[in-house]
């Protein structure tokens, strides 16, 4: 929420003197004091800001300030110049009005640093990019250099600005600056050649010798001693916290900043540097013949250094010191230069130099600086001029500075009035006159076109004849002296006749600002500003660029006998050009005020600040502020400032502002005649009302704190009441849960132990049952069994003793029969013929299986295992022997077809089954497969032609292969070669031969018992094969290249028979290491796929899946 803030929070005093009560200079002082000893420098007159200096850094212009002031109104906070500045840019850049701050004041009173601060605040609120940067930076950078140039150390101001400035800042629609222009007035050129007792030259003198390097002062054939020059003064050369040297860097870098360039810095030093030589230039009389004294350079060595400088020609310079021209119709006469008008020469032209140099710098400045867009500029202008000044000494300079704030002040008279005047008709009240002091009759008194002082002098200045200071005395004398406001010893005025304190030489003007005493010595010369037109000439003929520009009159071409404006004329007319200037613009106004004369802190001089505040009119300001109303706000801060003093108003107000403030006025009583509605505003009369109001606020702003205390204090309470009873619930809750579940789980435990009891007690009882039962069973079965037993044993037996009886009755039978065919058959048969019926029964048997046999024979295939089954259990032996004898005659015949290779095949799968049968469990898969041998038909692939030319014999089996790194485990694809006499493995792509192996260094072949492909090469120690380690390959027809070199290892006479380890642990042996390799079956993760692995030094492990 934005909290709304007034002027009148926290007041120290009162914060605009409009709502003083009662209104005295006393009070009014004792207010400024006030605000000041508290560091409250600034106080407000309505709108004009009343600036206290405070010789010292206060904490409020920091960034945060800027922040705080932006784009609040004006009387929303406590009074700061950063208000001013702001209402300023807002009304130009929102309400689209040129705006004017005039600030005013006192030599020291604080207006250059006024003026700083208004520049500076604008720069901060104003656009950003790249381009308004360099803008601002320019017109801030220009304060640098002109004070260079054109401030000096006077006895009032170490930093006193002894020129007048007017600043243009331009801006666009936006509020961006878009450049300016600086309008230069009247610099003190005298303090040039001479400087008050206590005061110093133009900083640039002692800023150049004191910062400038080794190297440049020597250009300039400059020496960075004081001492050496008659310009600058010796008694105050350094000042107290001016460092010249780290000045004159800043001013460089400014320079440089604004966009001068490097040969026009080297030029503006250069001219500098002969200002100085020339004050160095000294003459000495020389009598001539005709009596009269002629001037004669002393020493030449400064003119020669300067011409040398400046690119003049000596001899040119010399005599234009020495002779002057006056030229007058068509007319020339050269006459010759005294000391006293050779050193008037020289200081008019080194005076002349100086201030052309400076009016240079301006317009140069300004070429930077001027706005590009040639679209319609709003303008601020700020106006910095030398304050009003009292010396001890005043001459024309201090006559015309003064002069120039009598406009100031009667501008301020005439737009402070007018602009009260204007609010009261735009807010529709009535407007009553107020007395007050218009110094228009000051004013007058000086620029009158027929008898001001400024056109006597003029008048003076252009008359034939002898013409002197006394002379314009006289002529003011006689015409100003029925005037007011002047004074002079000799005026017909009598009073002033005995006035001592008013010398013949003088007279006085009764300024605004209090009386000065003006000495008239000067005046004509100064007005005049004569420069001898063979110095003008000789410095046009120099050869230096700037210098010519700077005199154009010296051009012979445009000789112009007509006299140049004097300088009161010019000043005048620029003055008026100012005026006319300002008067088009919107006012805001700055009055500076000087607390005392020691440039100290904390120290305010009431007797200075009272003059001040006489003579800038700061009472009578006040006054026309409250001579109709004393205070005016618009309807709705006022509204929202009193609203709660009301109740109908109070917290809100629905209808229009004004209608709000009309409740509330009728509901505090205020008499009618102490305020008036205005079009936008509330107009009171008189701050005692305001003050009632502020005060009713402020009670009723403390009841509403206690009120919102009480609510407040009342809603936490019960808030925590609240939380507390709501925790309570639920603390209570929780633990009632608790208690349940402690006991549901105690009465659980409980019941679970009953339970278990009471089943036991049942199981048990049952189980007792179930036993008796069961037994009850077990005996009636026992008794049955026995009782069948018995039974079954009893028919058995009758059963036995019935078999035995019916055999014996068969056998007898038998027997008996017997005995009856042979008693019956003896008388028909030999003793013999039974053997005989015998073999002829056994023949006819024999003769029919032989004959059954021929019929059912087996097919010829060896692996038939069909064969007839035996008719007689007698044949069994001869059955099985006619078996075996047909399937050897059945394999001979089959072998009897074999060709010598198949034969060879043959042997090797024999070969094979012995190695593997019932070790291996790849060797069952392997008996379908034929041995193939050449699996790359080596010989014929062309790919591998030149691999199969390195081979010096016939190539027994040629497979891919893969090798296992004996480092990872990992596989590479590799050609296994075989021949009678090495094992040769090559790349497989390039068919280059990476190791060969003769048989001989081959001692053993390990494989697994398992159904991978895995055998690892074995070499002999020592061997040359064997400097790598063994091999470790796999392949797809283990079986057959394990066979093939075992069949080699037994045909080979020459070694001996390679050793056929069948293991799944099995040691190799790589490089040095001893490594154990060892199958296990693989865990599903593994896939299909056999993998190996190199787990550590010693093992390498080689997972194969277990197979179905
Ligand atoms: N607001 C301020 N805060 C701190 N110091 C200040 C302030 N205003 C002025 N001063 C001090 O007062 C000195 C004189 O101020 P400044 O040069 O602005 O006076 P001036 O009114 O311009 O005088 P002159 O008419 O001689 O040029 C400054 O050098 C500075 O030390
Ligand atoms: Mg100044």
Redesign the pocket.
Known sequence: MEVKTSLLDNMIGVGDMVLLEPLSEDSFLENLKNRFDHNE?YTYIGSVVI?M??????PIYTPDKVEEYRNRNFYELSPHIYALADEAYRSLRDQDKDQCILIT??????????SK?VMSYVAAVCGKGQEVNKVKEQLLQSNPVLEAFG?AK?V??????RFGKYMDIEFDFKGDPLGGVISNYLLEKSRVVKQPRGERNFHIFYQLLSGASDDTLKKLKLHRDFSKYNYLSLDSAVVNGLDDAANFRTVRNAMQIVGFMEDEVQSVLELVAAVLKLGNIEFKPESRCNGTDESRIKDKNDLKEMCELLGIEQSVLERAFSYRTVEAKMEKVSTTLNVAQAYYARDALAKNLYSRLFSWLVTRINESIKAQAKTRHKVMGVL?I??FEIFEDNSFEQFIINYCNEKLQQIFIELTLREEQEEYVREGIEWTNIEYFNNAIICDLIENNQNGILAMLDEECLRPGTVTDETFLDKLNTVCAEHQHFESRLSKNSKFLTDHSLPHSCFRIQHYAGKVLYRVEGFVDKNNDLLYRDLSQAMYKANHSLIKQLFPEGNPAKVNLKRPPTAGFQFRASVGTLMRNLQTKNPNYIR?IKPNDK?ASHIFTESLVRHQVRYLGLMENVRVRRAGYAFRQAYEPCLERYKMLCKRTWPHWRGPAREGVEVLMADLQVPAEEFSYGRSKIFIRNPRTLFFLEERRRQCLQDLATLIQKIYRGWKCRSQFLLLKKSQIVVAAWYRRYAQQKKYQRIKSATTVVQSYTRGWQARKLLRDLKYQKRCEEAATTIAAYWHGTQARRELRRLKEEARRKHAVAVIWAYWQGLKVRREYRKFFRANAGKKIYDFTIQRIMQKYFLGLKSTMPSMSPIDKNWPARPYLFLDGVHTELRRIFHLWRCKKYRSQFTEEKKAVYEEKLEASEIFKDKKALYPSSVSQPFKGDYLEISKNPKYQKLSSAMDEKVLLADVVNKINRANGKGTARIFLLTKKSVVLADQKTGQVKASVPLPDLTSVSVSTQSDGFFALKLKEGSASAVKGDFLLSSEHLIEIITKLHRIGATAADREQLNIDISDEFLVQFKQDKVCVKFIQGAPKNGNSVSCKRKNNRLLEVSVPTTA
Not at 156 to 161: C, G, K, L
């Open positions: 420098i600036s200096n405070p010789y010292r850094s206060l004041g006192e030599s020291g009173a604080g207006k250059t640093e006024a601060l401030n006077t009032r101001n170490d930093n006193s600005s910095d030398y304050g500076c440039k």
